[in-house]
Every structure is written in C-alpha cells, then in structure tokens.
C-alpha cells in the first residue's frame, strides 16, 4: 500500500521544502502518486552529490509510488543558471546525448525499472522539447510568464544587477523549459510531484502555477536539504574534487574510502540520508557504535552499503579488503594476486627489475619513499620500516622469494601511513 512518502522523508531529514505537505501527505496514503527529478547531464557521471535526490526517487518507490527519472537531454543545451554565478559553457547535442545516456545506466542501479505499476520510467525531455516551434513556446508557454516574476528570482536578480556577470536570454529561458517538463510529464504521465535540491524551489513553482494555469488541476513540489559536513563543507566531495559514481573517474577503492572516512558527527545523517535502514536499526547501529568509535563500524556499513550498491558486491569486497590490508586489519601475506593489483593501483607501487635477492636498501631507494641508502638504513635503525607487516630489524637485510606476495609483490611501509608496494616479475 503507498504510504506518506513527505512524512518518512521529513523524519529521516530530506525535506527542506514542500507546497501543501498535509494535502500531499493525504493524497500519497489514498494513492500511488507518480513524481520526478531531473537529472542536468552536463557530464558523463553522477556523483555523490546527486545522490540526495536519487535516494528520494529510490525511496518514493519503496514506497508505493512511481518515480521519473527524467533526462534532461533538452534542457541540458541550455544548462540550469540556479546557483549559477555566470553562464557555463554551452555542450553539443552529442555530448548532450552520450551524457544521458551515461547517466541512465548509473540510475538504473537504484531504481527497478520492472515492478509493475510502479516501475520506474527514464524519459528524455530531447524527445518533446526538440518537436516545439519557438512560436509555439512563446504562445502556449511563454505568455503564463510575467517578466517581473522572472527577474525577482534571487539568482536573476543578483546577476542583473551585476553588469560583469549578466544573465543571458538562453538561461532566463531555462526556467520556462522546466515549467514545460512538469506539465509534460503531468499530463502524460499523470505526475504529480518534482523534487530537486534546495536550489530549485522558485523553478519547481513556475511549473506548479503553469500546470494550474493551462488547467491542469493540482500538482506539488518538494525540495531537498543541502547536506553539509558538521565542518560546513558540502558533501561529496574530497582532497580530490568530486566523488563520481563512475570508476574510471573515482576508483573503488576511494569511493569506500570516502565513506570510511566520514566524520563521526556525520555519521548518524548520512545513515539516515543514504541507507535504506529503519530508524530504529540506524538508532542501534550508532549508539554500538560509540561506545568503540576507533572500531569505525558504523562508516564501515555504510562504505560497504554505498560500494555495493554502486559497484557491486564482489569489487566492494575487493575495496573493502584492500582497505584491511592498508590498516592492518588485514594480513598482507594472505592477499590473492587480484586484490594486490587492486592495492597497486591505489598506492605507489614500484616495478623491480633487478633480480632477488635485493639489498633491502635498494628496495627502499626503488620504491620511493626514500631519498638515498643512507636514509633507508637510518629509518630500519629507527624501527619504522615494515615488510609485509614485519618491521626489519636489519640494515643488511635482503629481500629474497621468500617475501614474495602472490602476483610478485612485496608491500613496504614507512613510518605509520606511507604504504607502498614494490612488483618483481613483471
């Protein structure tokens, strides 16, 4: 049976805005309502960020109700100015095109697309923005429009009034397209409801008044929080820049580590936020996990949870187990040759062609982590060389088969943090 998706969202910490809660929240408990969010395919990958929004679309289906994901293929020609401090560069039609396409099979992932009569949908907005005349726009569309309204937008307003930056045509127009999709969408496909960030609040509204004002009837809107790090950071983002969803542009490994590294007074809201666990079970999870917080248990469910989902349950455990070796939770010696190509690609690692056995100092020199000979023999006299987790006793140790990993690696580690890998062999 649908249930109060405003109600459970509320509660779990999403909603920042939303147009007549109470008679949305009535209308969801007698009926399954279809609503959507719109996803900018100004590049080729999602990433954590965005995944506020598709967590409230994977929620309104757990919870009886139909989601869209719409794919902004039109609306992405001309870019969202919400939040936007001057025009961004306009993408071709192609790289449009190959954009959403990249964005669909990353969404797919959280949405079942073959449930029945709440399966999800993933139109293109392309399909129906591309077939309007402009004179069409302008009469069907354009006149609901007052000029006034338009300019007392924040965003608008703040540009305007600055004469470097400005505010082109093209992007006031962006405001009419989006109005456009949800009436598109409302009498297509009967929704009801648009979600987006907290950005999106006056854009979520003119599509609201067109669809009233073409006679439509009611529809709703609802905005999401913006998650911000107990240090006001916003979420999602590392040393690195953003964490994509796609591999090839954030590996795995990192994006596990992403989320072991949370802060511990993050972790409860982005339980909340990010898992699918009742509050009672996110309650339990948090409050066992304070009384050992060095454990980082509760990070750890929730880097597995999020890796899983994203990537997979077998190259999660390949991240979380690489993760292990790195932090001593896991024996190096016991590592498969795969999950250490998995370490290699991560750390520095060095590749060895002199042959075994090697003066340990040598290694050190080859790996990097150290300057000269004399320094690789000062930092084994000072204890903080380690080989495959045992420290080195010895300034005239040799590396020799013996220490060989599987795949014909030898981990090395400096000091506490520095992990690094040599590869013979190769």
Same mark, same amino acid.
């Given at each position: 049976?649908?249930?109060?998706?405003?109600?459970?969202?509320?509660?779990?910490?999403?909603?920042?805005? !939303?147009?007549?809660?109470?008679? #949305?929240?009535?209308?969801?408990?007698?009926?399954?309502?279809?609503?959507y969010?719109?996803?900018?395919?100004?590049?080729?990958?999602?990433?954590?960020?965005?995944?506020?929004?598709?967590?409230?679309?994977a929620?309104?289906?757990?919870?009886?109700?139909?989601?869209?994901?719409?794919?902004?293929?039109?609306?992405?020609?001309?870019?969202?100015?919400?939040?936007?401090?001057?025009?961004?560069?306009?993408?071709?039609?192609?790289?449009?095109?190959?954009n959403?396409?990249?964005?669909?099979? /990353?969404?797919?992932?959280?949405l079942?697309?073959? !449930?029945?009569?709440?399966?999800?949908?993933?139109?293109n907005?392309?399909?129906? #923005?591309?077939?309007?005349?402009?004179?069409?726009?302008?009469?069907?569309?354009?006149?609901?429009?007052?000029?006034?309204?338009?300019?007392?937008r924040?965003?608008?307003?703040?540009r305007?009034?600055?004469?470097?930056?400005?505010?082109?045509?093209?992007?006031?127009s962006?405001?009419?397209? /989006?109005?456009?999709?949800?009436?598109?969408?409302?009498?297509?496909?009967? !929704?009801?409801?648009?979600?987006?960030?907290?950005?999106?609040?006056?854009?979520?509204?003119?599509?609201?008044?067109?669809?009233?004002?073409?006679g439509?009837?009611?529809?709703?809107?609802?905005?999401?929080?913006?998650?911000?790090?107990?240090?006001?950071?916003?979420?999602?983002?590392s040393?690195?820049?953003?964490?994509?969803?796609?591999?090839?542009?954030?590996?795995?490994y990192?994006?596990? /580590?992403?989320?072991?590294?949370?802060?511990?007074?993050?972790?409860?809201?982005?339980?909340?936020?990010?898992?699918?666990g009742?509050?009672?079970?996110?309650?339990?999870?948090?409050?066992?996990?304070a009384?050992?917080?060095?454990?980082?248990?509760?990070q750890?469910?929730?880097?597995?949870?999020?890796?899983?989902?994203?990537?997979?349950?077998?190259?999660?455990?390949?991240?979380?187990?690489?993760?292990?070796?790195?932090?001593?939770?896991?024996?190096v010696?016991?590592?498969?040759?795969?999950?250490?190509?998995?370490?290699?690609?991560?750390?520095?690692?060095?590749?060895?062609?002199?042959?075994?056995?090697?003066?340990?100092?040598?290694?050190?020199?080859?790996?990097?982590?150290?300057?000269?000979?004399?320094?690789?023999?000062?930092?084994?006299?000072?204890?903080?060389?380690?080989?495959?987790?045992?420290?080195?006793?010895?300034?005239?140790?040799?590396?020799?088969?013996?220490?060989?990993?599987?795949?014909?690696?030898?981990?090395?580690?400096?000091?506490?943090?520095?992990?690094?890998?040599?590869?013979?062999?190769?």
């Amino acid at each position: 049976m649908p249930q109060n998706f405003c109600e459970i969202m509320s509660r779990r910490g999403f909603v920042e805005w !939303c147009s007549d809660a109470a008679e #949305l929240g009535q209308k969801m408990e007698r009926e399954t309502v279809t609503g959507y969010v719109g996803f900018d395919p100004s590049a080729d990958s999602l990433h954590v960020g965005n995944m506020i929004p598709i967590m409230g679309l994977a929620w309104l289906q757990k919870l009886g109700h139909r989601p869209i994901a719409l794919a902004g293929g039109g609306t992405g020609l001309i870019g969202d100015p919400s939040g936007k401090t001057k025009e961004r560069q306009l993408l071709s039609v192609d790289r449009v095109a190959h954009n959403a396409e990249c964005v669909k099979k /990353q969404l797919a992932k959280f949405l079942d697309f073959d !449930c029945g009569d709440v399966s999800a949908i993933m139109p293109n907005n392309h399909d129906w #923005l591309s077939k309007i005349s402009f004179i069409e726009f302008l009469r069907d569309t354009g006149k609901f429009f007052p000029v006034k309204t338009l300019i007392n937008r924040e965003y608008v307003r703040s540009r305007v009034d600055d004469p470097e930056k400005g505010i082109t045509y093209t992007e006031m127009s962006y405001i009419l397209l /989006q109005a456009y999709d949800f009436d598109h969408l409302h009498r297509e496909f009967g !929704c009801a409801l648009q979600m987006g960030g907290n950005d999106q609040q006056g854009n979520i509204i003119g599509g609201i008044d067109l669809i009233r004002k073409r006679g439509g009837g009611q529809a709703y809107g609802l905005t999401f929080r913006l998650l911000l790090t107990a240090s006001g950071a916003k979420f999602g983002k590392s040393e690195d820049g953003a964490i994509y969803l796609d591999p090839a542009k954030t590996s795995p490994y990192k994006f596990y /580590q992403f989320w072991i590294n949370t802060d511990d007074r993050d972790i409860a809201r982005l339980h909340r936020t990010y898992s699918f666990g009742s509050l009672e079970s996110i309650d339990d999870i948090i409050k066992r996990h304070a009384e050992h917080p060095e454990r980082r248990a509760a990070q750890k469910l929730l880097a597995w949870d999020m890796t899983s989902r994203v990537h997979g349950s077998e190259t999660a455990a390949k991240a979380r187990d690489a993760s292990a070796v790195l932090f001593g939770e896991l024996d190096v010696r016991s590592a498969d040759a795969s999950l250490l190509d998995t370490l290699a690609a991560e750390i520095p690692t060095a590749d060895v062609a002199s042959p075994l056995p090697l003066p340990l100092v040598d290694g050190l020199l080859a790996s990097g982590g150290v300057s000269s000979k004399g320094e690789a023999r000062r930092k084994i006299r000072e204890g903080g060389i380690y080989i495959n987790g045992e420290r080195a006793q010895d300034e005239s140790r040799v590396l020799n088969s013996g220490d060989l990993l599987r795949g014909g690696y030898v981990q090395v580690r400096i000091g506490k943090k520095d992990f690094r890998l040599l590869r013979f062999n190769r």
